[in-house]
Structures are given as structure tokens and as C-alpha cells.
């Protein structure tokens, strides 16, 4: 099981990142899939799970209304959109599989979101 996250990158306040998650060696479309992220000195967070079909299960509540996430089974990879950045974003995002206690896989390394003037 691996993923491998990308599309972070330092981005003004109000702007927007499309961060994406290939995954591989398990049966993408028959997981549910998870975006967390972990900013500094504080504990990993879910932020997004989207289900099998493309349906979004859960949104954190900071990014209600601001975050997008999607799937593409047909190429193994999962997205979140990011728009309408804050401070409070900045961290570094990981995908992994939902439920992540029960059928989670090693760590990928991450993608850093920075948000600053």
C-alpha cells in the first residue's frame, strides 16, 4: 500500500491549491479514501473522506464550504481542491484510506501547504 501526495506549494491568503494522492498495491475503488493533515506541534486531523462512488462523507468543519474532494477510480488517484486559503491551512496534507484506524496504510510523505502574504 502506498501513497504518494503532491500538489502543495506556498500560496497567498484567498488563494487555491489542488493537492492530489496517487495511490497503489490495494483495490482503489473498493475503499473509501481520506485527505488528513498535521500542522506544526499539532496532532494529524481529518480534513475530507470521500466514498467509493465520488460521494463526500465528511468535510472538517474549517474547510466547509472552501474544500472539494474527489476521486478518480479509474486512475487510482484522489483530490482536494483548495480555495479560499488561510493561515490556519497551513500544514502538511496526507491521503490515506478511510476509515484510517481500521484499514489505513503506512504514511506517504506528505504535501506542505504554506499560506502567506
Known amino acids: 500500500v502506498r501513497f504518494v501526495e503532491s500538489g502543495g506549494g506556498l500560496v497567498q491568503p484567498g488563494g487555491s491549491l489542488r493537492l492530489s494522492c496517487a495511490a497503489s498495491?490495494?483495490?482503489?475503488?473498493?475503499?473509501?479514501m481520506s485527505w488528513f493533515r498535521q500542522a506544526p506541534g499539532r496532532e494529524r486531523e481529518l480534513v475530507a473522506t470521500?466514498?467509493?462512488?465520488?460521494?463526500?462523507?465528511y468535510l472538517a468543519e474549517p474547510v466547509k464550504g472552501r474544500f472539494t474532494i474527489a476521486r478518480d477510480n479509474a486512475k487510482n488517484t484522489v483530490s482536494l481542491q483548495m480555495n479560499s486559503l488561510k493561515p490556519e491551512d497551513a500544514a502538511v496534507y496526507y491521503c490515506?484510506?478511510?476509515?484510517?484506524?481500521?484499514?489505513?496504510?503506512?504514511w506517504g510523505q506528505g504535501t506542505r501547504v504554506t499560506v502567506s502574504e
Open positions: 498495491g490495494f483495490t482503489f475503488s473498493s475503499y473509501l
Open positions: 490515506n484510506r478511510a476509515p484510517v484506524a481500521q484499514y489505513g496504510g503506512s
Open positions: 470521500i466514498s467509493v462512488g465520488g460521494r463526500t462523507l
